[in-house]
């Protein structure tokens, strides 16, 4: 037990970084000092992007002064972390400026890197950032029909339910605008199938072979060429298009690569149930900056959270650990026409995902709106959103 | 086999999404030319998928061996 | 991370803009983790009988011509459906009120399968201790 505070610094202050920073300043109070470290010091919504793009919800929603979601005995400083030093539990800050740590926790999320393929710039459009979905929105505005193509140019990425959703939503766009006729939709995956999960796959499929949704299968895009208006894959095919949106490559953050920590892409390797970085006790990572196998989602950072909170108050009160990440992830998944599935799962239980319906549409709107006065403040029960399907809860 | 080699070795056992797959190609596509990337994965579906999709990519799949409730598939990246 | 308080409604009105509402109401319940108590009372009880609960129940005289156009035209799921969905995005129980089925003259076998049981007012204040909605 330290009689001085531990100094616990979080680098990142989005869902997972906002939320365990909130955590273990609740379970810890006067035990623990909480800093968490941010370049920007805002708080981004990312899900709502989509809205943006098809032009469905306006941008000033989607951010927050991080400061408003912190509990007031957390440290919010409004920097970058340019070098990591574990041995000397130190890190280095663009300011020049080095800040101490007892326990240390990634939350540094991904990056998006539209320079690292050939043309993507210049030739494709996108949804994932604020300043991408906005461009995106008006060029769908100007848009008068043509072969419209939905892809991803590298992996891993965040959501990946978003290009289907993207996919599906924007071929109902285009039958509002009565743009559709004029129209080719065609979904490039980089898999034998729409999704990833194969259960929502077999959901998924009829619902674009009856609205006339193309599926492309194995397209790994590698280059896009913006004045022949081609995308061409890794597995030798080239597409022509009128309107490309992709999914841009992605990376962990710079100062993973600069501080050795991560690795090709700069993610964090990380213990699946223990979250801890390699062999460093007092370092855990969580969210999309991770290089663990599993789902780039808002969700999973926010169930991660709790987990490492609990970790290192053990660590702090020289208890057992009792928490551990059982892999759980729940990720929304639109299908248009105002309706949607769930994908629920953990490292024991495969998704079951419904029939897409309204209720599981609402739903989604209902959590969008209620994220900011509940998740980054833990004020969710364990369970939510939503619970485990009935059949495969525990 | 000697798996001292590895450049990466992926444990995507109980892991749905983004899945074995999407996790081989991630690795292929951040990895060099002559990296040979391991794949643990408990889904059934890996077994036709990741050998189609290696072939189609033009890399080797060096190995696949059956273990207990998973499989376990060796891949170099030929290009 | 917090405890989760249960959303406990007595249903009591039988006409679709208020149990289009309920339901909408159990769906964010459920979202946000929070377990919904349904207790139906009255005319919401006899709008789930089996044979009429998707046939049309009328909205309340305030919703006027265009209140009740807006209802019929609006292309959302009928609000047992929602309840149904509500049911797998989180933790939904509906019960019937005993007196309530003795006064109308309802048996179990009359109702949707939505509701999944016949309750005193005892066992519903049983099932909650927070505060309760009447709708």
Not at chain 1, 5 to 21: C, D, H, K, N, W
Not at chain 1, 71 to 86: F, Y
Not at chain 1, 235 to 246: A, M
Not at chain 2, 1 to 21: E, F, K, Q, V, W
Request: negative net charge; contains cysteine; glycine residues 10%.
């Amino acid at each position: 037990m330290s009689p001085v505070p531990a100094r616990i610094v979080v680098l990142g202050g989005g869902v997972g970084g906002t939320l365990v920073a909130n955590l273990l300043d609740k379970s810890l109070g006067h035990d623990a000092k909480v800093t968490v470290v941010d370049p920007s010091g805002m708080h981004d919504y990312q899900p709502g992007y989509l809205y943006v793009a098809l032009g469905e919800a306006s941008g000033h929603w989607l951010s927050r002064d991080e400061r408003t979601l912190l509990r007031r005995h957390v440290d919010l400083a409004i920097e970058e972390a340019v070098r990591i030093h574990p041995d000397a539990q130190t890190v280095q800050l663009r300011s020049g400026a080095s800040i101490e740590w007892d326990y240390l926790v990634l939350a540094t999320g991904a990056r998006l890197m539209h320079e690292e393929v050939p043309g993507l710039a210049e030739g494709a459009f996108g949804f994932y950032s604020l300043p991408d979905a906005e461009r995106l929105r008006e060029e769908l505005r100007r848009f008068r029909g043509g072969r419209l193509l939905v892809g991803v140019a590298g992996i891993p990425y965040k959501c990946p339910p978003a290009p289907v959703e993207f996919t599906m939503m924007v071929e109902e766009y285009l039958r509002k605008k009565g743009m559709r006729e004029r129209s080719e939709v065609t979904l490039l995956s980089p898999l034998n199938r729409a999704f990833t999960i194969e259960s929502a796959s077999a959901l998924i499929k009829p619902i674009m072979d009856e609205r006339g949704i193309e599926l492309a299968t194995f397209f790994n895009v590698e280059e896009v060429d913006p004045s022949a208006h081609t995308v061409t894959s890794l597995e030798g095919e080239k597409r022509e298009y009128e309107l490309l949106v992709l999914v841009p490559p992605h990376r962990g953050a710079q100062v993973m690569i600069d501080s050795d920590l991560g690795d090709n892409g700069g993610w964090l390797p990380a213990d699946k149930y223990t979250l801890q970085v390699g062999d460093y006790e007092r370092i855990f990572a969580l969210g999309d900056a991770t290089n663990l196998p599993i789902s780039k989602s808002g969700s999973t950072a926010h169930f991660e959270a709790p987990v490492i909170a609990s970790r290192i108050a053990s660590q702090i009160r020289g208890t057992a650990p009792t928490e551990s990440y059982g892999g759980r992830v729940m990720c929304f998944l639109e299908t248009g026409n105002g309706k949607a599935t769930a994908l629920r799962f953990d490292y024991e239980h495969p998704p079951v995902p419904p029939q897409p319906n309204r209720g599981w549409h609402m739903a989604k709107w209902i959590f969008n709106r209620a994220y900011w006065e509940t998740v980054p403040q833990g004020r969710l029960p364990e369970h939510a959103p939503g619970t485990m399907p009935k059949e495969v809860a525990r | 086999m000697d798996t001292t080699d590895l450049a990466r070795s992926i444990d995507a056992r109980g892991m749905p999404c983004p899945g074995p797959l999407m996790s081989l190609i991630g690795a292929i596509r951040e990895g060099t030319v002559g990296d040979t990337i391991e794949v643990l994965s408990s889904d059934e579906g890996s077994k036709t998928d990741i050998p189609a999709w290696v072939a189609k990519a033009g890399h080797e799949l060096v190995e696949v061996l059956e273990d207990d409730g998973f499989s376990r598939f060796v891949i170099r990246k030929a290009r | 991370m917090a405890e989760s308080e249960t959303f406990a409604v007595v249903l009591f009105s039988g006409t679709d803009d208020r149990l289009q509402a309920a339901a909408t109401l159990a769906v964010g319940a459920a979202v946000m983790g929070r377990p919904v108590q349904v207790f139906l009372q009255y005319w919401a009880l006899d709008a789930f009988r089996a044979d009429r609960i998707t046939k049309d129940h009328g909205v309340v005289a305030e919703a006027g011509p265009d209140g009740a156009a807006a209802l019929a035209s609006h292309n959302g799921a009928h609000w047992s459906e929602l309840f149904r969905q509500a049911a797998d995005v989180g933790e939904v129980h509906i019960h019937a009120c005993a007196d309530s089925m003795e006064l109308l003259h309802i048996t179990q076998h009359d109702l949707d399968p939505l509701v999944e049981g016949v309750w005193g007012v005892a066992s519903f204040f049983g099932a909650t201790d927070g505060p309760v909605t009447f709708i």
